[in-house]
């Protein structure tokens, strides 16, 4: 499959150089996330009635999952609400390109640099979460105090560095938009090589330096593109483009493999792991201590969480590394672990679409009543208020968890093949790939077990 330019086509070109539409989404998105607060606060304690539980935890994170992250990658960046007002306030405007804006607008240190501090906001966010997804003002206390953090961030440090290094949703997305079916990137290299104003990363007349302090011409990977359009406005020499491409282009990248993604991709499989097992799974006592935070039963299931996705899965899956190292002569088991955890990408990603379809389709006839009386106060605004709760397809959903789980696994034998293929023989490759390959099989057979069985 080659590229094809989508931006070239003039409805499209025009919705993305217009500022509007992307705020119009977002003043939108910033007013339901405002309400998600004020529910969480003042509305209903019970989860399922509460605009807040019900609206972030299962309509949101339903269509992120299961449409949004998957097809358009880091488009929900783009119209998060969650850095809206920060951004504003630093600007100094909103829809022109310019204005006289707040903030002290210093650099983030380089020591925090990297998506270490979101991977920790991940796993913190883990380790309370039966709590969070269940008690309305806890999940409003949460929006808020991710609202005001991005706020502060905005008016210390420049452009986006909220989203770029602590937001915990930004890092998965960013992990997995490797996957997906689009892209921006500069059109021509040498066009950019040779123009002087670096205007698509430093901002002009038309709009902003890139927010996300990256330079379109060493755009190789999604996962630090926030697909906010900047550049694509900034560009003087219409060398900016929006592009279709073949899924999964991203992972055969070498020139930005990093540690600290390779442990995202997997924290992102054991907390699919985890929540498939505690939430949808027969572990109905685990989930009791779980919520439970504060008492001697808690600290032991949070130091289970933490042994999990910090300790267990990571070394197992080092040790699949390192067999494959010794079977095939590798040289580097640092290097080999960073580069093979990229078939995990793939594998992480089933695996969240796989627990989400059992999630959400079971749920998803909370949200009629919601709408219908958002702080769970006996309203009936568009006559949906008694609209009863009722599975959906639950007798499909488990063929199609299992075909999604067989995709990702394939993928990510496809996936390790070819990166172990990148520096060793096809018989070498093979051998390094083949461990990995294995425990990508007994992660999805444990899935399976968890989610269908």
């Known amino acids: 499959m080659?590229?094809?330019?989508?931006?070239?086509?003039?409805?499209?070109?025009?919705?993305?150089?217009?500022?509007?539409?992307?705020?119009?989404?977002?003043?939108?998105?910033?007013?339901?996330?405002?309400?998600a607060i004020v529910a969480g606060l003042l509305g209903t304690p019970v989860g399922n009635r509460n605009f807040s539980i019900v609206i972030v935890w299962i309509l949101w994170w339903g269509l992120l999952m299961l449409l949004a992250v998957p097809a358009f990658g880091r488009a929900w960046c783009s119209v998060c609400p969650i850095p809206a007002p920060g951004e504003w306030l630093q600007r100094g405007a909103i829809l022109r390109p310019q204005g006289k804006g707040l903030g002290l607008n210093l650099r983030w240190p380089r020591r925090l640099r990297g998506i270490w501090l979101q991977n920790a906001a991940f796993v913190l966010l883990c380790v309370f979460s039966?709590?969070?997804?269940?008690?309305?003002?806890?999940?409003?206390?949460?929006?808020?105090?991710?609202?005001?953090?991005?706020?502060?961030?905005?008016?210390?440090?420049?452009?986006?560095?909220?989203?770029?290094?602590?937001?915990?949703?930004?890092?998965?997305?960013?992990l997995y938009s490797q996957l997906a079916p689009i892209e921006l990137r500069v059109k021509d290299p040498a066009v950019c090589a040779s123009h002087s104003v670096k205007s698509c990363y430093l901002g002009s007349d038309a709009g902003y330096g890139c927010p996300w302090l990256v330079y379109p011409l060493t755009l190789r990977k999604n996962n630090s593109c926030g697909l906010c359009m900047e550049c694509l406005r900034t560009c003087t020499e219409d060398n900016i483009v929006l592009q279709l491409r073949p899924p999964g282009a991203d992972l055969g990248e070498t020139s930005s493999r990093r540690m600290d993604e390779a442990f995202k991709s997997l924290i992102m499989l054991g907390s699919a792991l985890l929540y498939s097992g505690v939430m949808l799974g027969t572990w109905g006592p685990v989930k009791l201590v779980g919520s439970r935070v504060g008492t001697a039963a808690w600290f032991g299931y949070a130091g289970g969480v933490l042994g999990m996705l910090l300790i267990v899965l990571p070394g197992f899956f080092l040790l699949a590394v390192a067999v494959g190292k010794w079977w095939s002569s590798a040289t580097s088991l640092r290097r080999t672990f960073i580069a093979q955890a990229t078939a995990l990408v793939p594998l992480g990603l089933s695996a969240w679409v796989a627990f989400s379809l059992a999630f959400v389709f079971a749920s998803a006839s909370y949200?009629?009543?919601?709408?219908?009386?958002?702080?769970?106060?006996?309203?009936?605004?568009?006559?949906?208020g008694a609209f009863p709760w009722q599975p959906y397809g639950m007798q499909i959903v488990p063929y199609m968890q299992i075909g999604v789980l067989l995709v990702g696994l394939i993928w990510a034998c496809r996936t390790s093949r070819q990166i172990a293929g990148e520096e060793l023989a096809p018989g070498a490759a093979l051998r390094l790939a083949a461990p990995v390959s294995a425990f990508s099989l007994a992660v999805t057979l444990g899935l399976i077990g968890l989610l269908v069985a």
């Open 2 to 35: 080659t590229r094809l330019e989508i931006t070239r086509w003039p409805i499209v070109r025009s919705l993305l150089i217009h500022r509007w539409p992307q705020v119009l989404i977002t003043s939108i998105g910033l007013a339901v996330f405002l309400l």
């Open 367 to 384: 949200v009629f009543p919601i709408l219908s009386d958002p702080l769970g106060l006996g309203w009936n605004l568009l006559g949906t």
């Open 130 to 174: 039966l709590v969070i997804l269940t008690n309305p003002a806890l999940t409003g206390l949460v929006l808020a105090g991710f609202l005001l953090l991005a706020l502060l961030t905005s008016l210390t440090f420049e452009r986006r560095s909220f989203c770029r290094y602590l937001c915990p949703v930004g890092g998965f997305i960013g």
